[in-house]
């Protein structure tokens, strides 16, 4: 993996999105997984600066969403789909048929798992999966102790991680579980990228960066990916 250091978050979020910029300008029809969250909010700005008014074309890329919460249907505020409307999805007039998202509210949400396994099979694996991390070292809802083997599948959220998730909601939010891509999927993306910015996620960052692969930390799988990137700012970096 590569360890990239940015001065803060503008320039961080600036060569996160070139990195995606580059890959999709050589691969139009790229398979693209873009986190949900407040890390990547910067990279998706620079993206629709460059769609807007650098050319960046993205309208042969398909997305898919890393994960979301179940229970939550997808309009309200705090899903992890809302997030993207809003964020990406909605100021590029991305068309609903080019994005694949998780069903929280699905019936049965073994069919949507094997539905997006399935879909993420078909293109032969992803292109671009771009995370953030959890204080506790989660990656998308892949909590301490999931197995680096893992596809899609459905997640027990660890305490931290439902109580953190009430940043993202109007009011007091019932979380439980959730339904998310896999660690494997993260291993086989050809462009993965970790991003972590601020202070508090600099003893996360410090704990993934100095542990040995071990399932009980999540994030420390970025060790076994040889062509992965960590993009962080200096303020993650204490
Ligand atoms: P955040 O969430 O980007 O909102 O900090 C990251 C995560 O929990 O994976």
């Not at 997030?83 to 080019?98: G, N, S, T, V, Y």
């Amino acid at each position: 993996m590569k360890v990239n250091i940015y001065p803060d978050y503008k320039t961080l979020s600036r060569s996160t999105a070139d990195l995606i910029n580059s890959y999709i300008s050589a691969k139009k029809d790229s398979l693209v997984c873009l986190a949900s969250g407040h890390t990547p909010r910067g990279v998706f700005d620079c993206l629709i600066d460059d769609v807007t008014s650098k050319g960046l074309d993205l309208t042969h890329c398909t997305f898919v969403g890393l994960d979301e919460w179940v229970g939550i249907p997808a309009h309200t505020k705090g899903s992890c789909r809302a997030m993207m409307d809003e964020d990406f999805f909605h100021p590029l007039q991305i068309p609903k048929d080019r994005i694949e998202f998780f069903n929280g509210m699905a019936s049965d949400l073994n069919a949507e798992v094997d539905r997006i396994n399935n879909l993420i099979a078909a293109h032969g694996g992803l292109d671009i999966m771009l995370v953030g991390i959890g204080t506790n070292g989660h990656i998308a809802m892949n909590e301490p102790g999931t197995s680096f083997e893992t596809l899609a599948h459905i997640s027990m959220l660890a305490d931290e991680t439902k109580e953190v998730g009430q940043k993202y909601f109007a009011t007091s939010t019932q979380l439980n579980s959730g339904v998310t891509l896999g660690l494997k999927h993260f291993r086989e993306a050809k462009l993965p990228i970790l991003m972590a910015n601020g202070e508090k996620k600099a003893a996360i960052i410090q704990k993934t960066l100095t542990t040995l692969p071990v399932e009980s930390l999540p994030s420390s799988v970025i060790h076994l990916i040889d062509h992965g990137f960590v993009m962080i700012d200096q303020a993650a970096v204490k």
